[in-house]
Each structure stands twice: as structure tokens, then as C-alpha cells.
């Protein structure tokens, strides 16, 4: 028996299961020693409305340039709440282990989670942890849920675009896909190339204390990338959306795997980045604003909400042509969160 | 392609993502068309200390006598918010799905937990889906998460056990365990032995109400079975405990399964059982008041906290004797939640 992997035994409740937690798991996510144990968490009083929300995680390769399925797992759900104008809180950890799933490895994205929870100002408060046999699922699998308290009055959601309203993003797109991919197949060209993922609340915060009630939407263009969310919104806000081509960041190295690839960028997945949906006459200085912030400095704006049919994307090109923008169709990069 | 089947592509966050979502994943959960759909759900507020906690479900096979992975998930959730005295409000739900699920067996669960969610007084309000390939999951796993209000000022948790105080179980022991187990087998003896899996939520209201701070600690022998959670208690209050093996209610059919497998129902997990600690003055009257519950009719004190080493916990045996009670020590039932 290998004491460095993860037995059918650690997930029993038993014996087992009571040693990985005090030893491993919950020192290593709490950074202490484990406290008293019950079934649920008690949380502290807090005044405003709460934002509750969940995600599951199921990246592949678990570690990947840039961060691990830990740190994601930690950054998606922050930014979910993030994305409502709420302040994260409180995070649940869920752990789907495979038998034989190394030890080791599980301490190093423990780690990573909690080092990202510390980071983004969130407490891991409450978990569980489950194990299954040998090829019942791959390795691991996190699903995270969060909640946090909204501290203002803004009406910040999906349907709230407007026209006029500019679209800026906080930097480059599709870093975070190309990422995963080029970890996951070994792809040279990919190196150099990290991941996006990042909590971005800080970045709302400075955001929301900028835009007051000029900023109508936030969302982060994750899966599906900022193809998806944008159509997302125009159907949700039964607005018509203009996006520039030449106005989209995009790295250098991300656009080169694309090409190679015959991937676009606008449809590969982000997990640090977002959209915010801005009345025009802030749109400048929010944008400054934007730039200040570590999580900014390649911030632009790459669109607007015009008059036209409500749900309709279209794309300016770089020779002046429009052409429609829609959804991801199938599924172009399988895994990627 | 067959249509009846989940796809890759439903977990791209794309256009099959939505459409999943749209047809089939909101309208079954919810009962309702789906709403505007946003990163994270809004909470009415509440008055009182807030609970939270989360769980995943992996369980083999996802359909047994009793339950499916979908009502599981949510009696398992609901039970541990229930277990610190709480009302439980609000669910999310992560699914991981592996290609190639059946998309009928998934509404059949996703069904299932939303009449779980509705008998509970509970509303599902947030949840992601994911899909992995083929062979990399096995069907679907499911991790709850939940919120509940606590409307009182016990206390009531793990560490509370106090010496004298009688030990409650609402009914039969080892039902959940055996049924999967059987379930899974195809054991012929385990026919129409059923698990006991269901929402503690109304019947720990009632016992909250009968008690008052007679109640010491709630917990649901879940994983590791009575004798596993007893043992945690023990530890956790630093009491003695003394189970008395006659008093244990057990099925007959489950206790003839057991035997025939060298299983100790004592080890064997529950789904809609707890352990009521109350102090020995109000014994009577809360086991009367169990009794009178739906979910209690075979209600048993089946122990004592006593003097003695802190952590111990022994059995009188049937003959007179005494010995030991330890944890669960290996994984005798593999993916039984």
C-alpha cells in the first residue's frame, strides 16, 4: 500500500477519511488546524443582499501554465459572484478523487486553492470529500460554490445593456484555452503561453466605485469565450451588438496557436478577464480606470450597443466588412475548466 | 447522433450548453420556463445566522430501491443544514456528466430532485453543468451545496454531548447501505430491502420544538454508519458513550443481507436517520414526540453518555457483555452516496 495515494478508504467516512481530512485537507486549505467539525458552517451576519452561485471543475491537464484545477476552481466562483457586483465571502469546496490519485499532487492544488482564496479576500468554509475506484473519473474533479453580499443598489445583470452603452474587456482573450491546450497536448508553440485566471473582484470593486450606475452589465467570457457571452447578453438584453475586430487584445502567441489550430480566439475561453457594459459618456474614464489595475493594463474598448434587432452580434472586420457573430456551435476545446 | 444522448458539446458553454440548459436542465429543476439567467442567483434576506455546507454524490448504481443520485443529493444536504438546527432555503447544484449519458435518465433525476427539493421546502437556485469524455466519469456525479437559516439561539453541534444525555435514533439502521449495495449486486436476498434515504428537515423542526435546549447535538449517521458518527461525537465532546445492542432498530432483511456478507449494520451508512443527543429529564417526551413523526414510527434510544475515558465508546452485547466501538477503519461499501 502506497502512502502516497489516495485509497477507496479515504472517501469511506471512516478511519480513513477522518485522517486525510485533519492531516491534509483541511490544514492545508484552511492554513490551520482543524477545528471543530460539523456538517455545515456557521457564517458571520453580514448586512446587504447575498449572491449565491456554484461551478464545477473538471480541467484537463489539473496543473496547466498558469495555475492549477485548485486556483480555478477558487477564481471561477469569485468571479461568478464578482460578475453581480457582490463581494465574495464565503466559498464550499466539493472533492471527487480518483483511487490512486496522488497525494502529493492533492497537497499542491490544495495549496493553490488556498493561496487564490487568501488572494481574493474569500474564506474556504465548509467541504467534502469523495473517492471512486480507478477509472470512475479523472484524477479530480472540484466543485466550488460561493456566495458573497451585494453592498450597493446598482442593477447590475444580463438584461441591462443598453444603447450606446460601450463594451470594454480588461485585456487580452482566449489566453487561458490556448493555455489548457498547449499544456494538454504538449503543443510547442504554446510556450511562453499562461493562463488568464485571476479573481476579479478587486477589479469590480474599483470598477463599481468608478462606474456608480453608468455600468449596466458584467459578465466573464468563460466557456464559450467572448463570442458566446456577448450573444449571450444581446438576447438577454434584446440589444444589437457591435463588436470591432481590430480593437480586440489578443496575444501575440494565443493568435499564433489559433492560426495553426483554425481556431478564433473570440471563441476560446477567459478565466480572468470580463465585459463591462458602460453608458458612453463614462466609458473613458472607466476604461482609465480599468488600466490602473494590474488586471488591466491591456483594457479596451471592443464594442457597443447599437439600434437593430434585438439578440444580433455582428462583427466589424479589419477590411470593413460586417459579418454576423454566433454562438460556439459544438465544442472546440473539450475540458478547458 | 443520437439526440438522446449528452454530448461534449452540452458542456461547452456554447450553443448546445444552452440549449440543455434551456430544454431540459432549468425546466425540469425549476418547474418553470427558465428566467434571466445570470452568474449568480439573488437571495431574499433573511433574519438569523446563516448555515452552509456542501456535498458530492457519486453513488453506484444512480437509480436504487429507494432514491436515484438526484434525491440523494438533495436529503444530503438538506439533512446537514438540518443537523445544526437549521431551515434550509436554498440548493445549487454542480453535475458533472460523462459523453454518452442517457438524456432521459437525466431528467428522470433531475426530477427526482426537484420533487426531493419541493417535499423539503427547498428552492434550487444556481447550478453549472460540465461534460467529460467518454470513460473519464462515471454517468454523473452531482455536489449540492446549501444554505439554511438558524432561528434559534441552541446549541447544537458535536461538542455539546453531555453526560447523562440519552441517545435517539428515528428508526432502522443500515437500510440506505444495503439497499445500494444490493441494488448494485443484483443480491437477490436484498429484495425489497429499500433505502431509507429522505429529508430530516420537518422532523428535526419538530424536535427542536419539543426539546428546546434539551437538545445537545443532531447529527445523521451518514458514511461510516452509527458507530463511526457516535465515535466522532465521543471525540468531539470528550464524553464517553455506551450503545446497547439490543436497542438498535434494524431491519430484518437488511440484518439477513448483512450476515450473509459479514457486514455490521453498526458500520452501514443511513440517509434519513439521525442521532438526537437530549438530556436525560426530556428523553421520553422527544422520543414520544419522534414517534409521532412520519420518519420516526421506529424511533429507539439506543445509548448513553457516561462517565469515562473521553472518545470511548463500548456496546453492551446482547450477552451481557462490553467491547469496543472504533470507527469504520477501510471502505467496506465503495461509492454508497
Chains 1, 2 share one sequence.
Not at 145 to 167: C, F, K, P, Q, T
Not at 282 to 303: F, M
Amino acid at each position: 500500500m502506497n502512502s502516497d495515494l489516495i485509497l477507496l478508504g479515504h472517501g469511506s467516512g471512516g478511519r480513513l477519511s477522518h485522517q486525510l481530512l485533519d492531516e491534509l485537507i483541511i490544514p492545508t486549505l484552511s492554513g490551520t488546524a482543524p477545528a471543530a467539525r460539523n456538517d455545515a458552517a456557521l457564517l458571520e451576519p453580514v448586512a446587504g443582499r447575498l449572491a449565491y452561485t456554484t461551478d464545477s471543475f473538471v480541467v484537463d491537464p489539473v496543473f496547466f501554465p498558469g495555475g492549477t484545477i485548485g486556483s480555478l476552481a477558487v477564481h471561477g466562483t469569485v468571479n461568478d459572484l464578482a460578475m453581480m457586483g457582490a463581494r465574495p465571502l464565503w466559498l464550499s469546496v466539493g472533492l471527487i478523487l480518483e483511487e490512486g490519485f496522488s497525494r502529493n499532487d492533492l497537497q499542491l492544488i490544495l495549496t493553490d486553492m488556498r493561496q487564490a482564496a487568501e488572494a481574493a479576500g474569500v474564506r474556504i468554509v465548509t467541504g467534502d470529500t469523495k473517492v471512486v475506484p480507478r477509472g470512475k473519473a479523472d484524477r479530480i474533479f472540484i466543485t466550488t460554490s460561493g456566495i458573497g453580499v451585494i453592498e450597493h443598489e446598482l442593477a447590475i445583470h444580463g438584461a441591462n445593456a443598453r444603447v450606446g452603452d460601450a463594451i470594454i474587456i480588461n485585456g487580452t482573450i482566449g489566453d487561458h484555452g490556448i493555455a489548457v491546450m498547449a499544456g494538454r497536448e504538449g503543443i510547442k508553440a504554446g510556450t511562453g503561453i499562461r493562463s488568464d485566471s485571476a479573481a476579479l473582484n478587486g477589479l469590480v470593486a474599483a470598477i463599481v466605485a468608478e462606474a456608480g450606475d453608468s455600468l449596466h452589465v458584467l459578465r466573464d467570457p468563460t466557456r464559450g469565450g467572448v463570442a458566446t457571452t456577448i450573444k449571450e447578453i444581446a438576447g438577454q438584453s434584446a440589444v444589437s451588438i457591435t463588436l470591432v475586430e481590430e480593437a480586440l487584445p489578443v496575444n501575440p502567441a494565443v493568435r499564433g496557436v489559433c492560426s495553426l489550430l483554425g481556431l478564433d480566439p473570440l471563441f476560446v475561453a477567459n478565466e480572468g478577464k470580463l465585459l463591462a457594459f458602460v453608458a458612453a459618456d463614462a466609458a473613458e474614464r472607466v476604461l482609465t480606470c480599468i488600466r490602473q489595475h494590474h488586471l488591466g493594463v491591456q483594457a479596451a474598448i471592443i464594442g457597443h450597443v447599437c439600434e437593430g434587432d434585438a439578440g444580433r452580434v455582428r462583427m466589424e472586420t479589419s477590411v470593413g466588412g460586417l459579418r454576423a457573430v454566433e454562438m460556439l456551435a459544438g465544442e472546440q476545446l473539450p475540458r478547458i475548466c
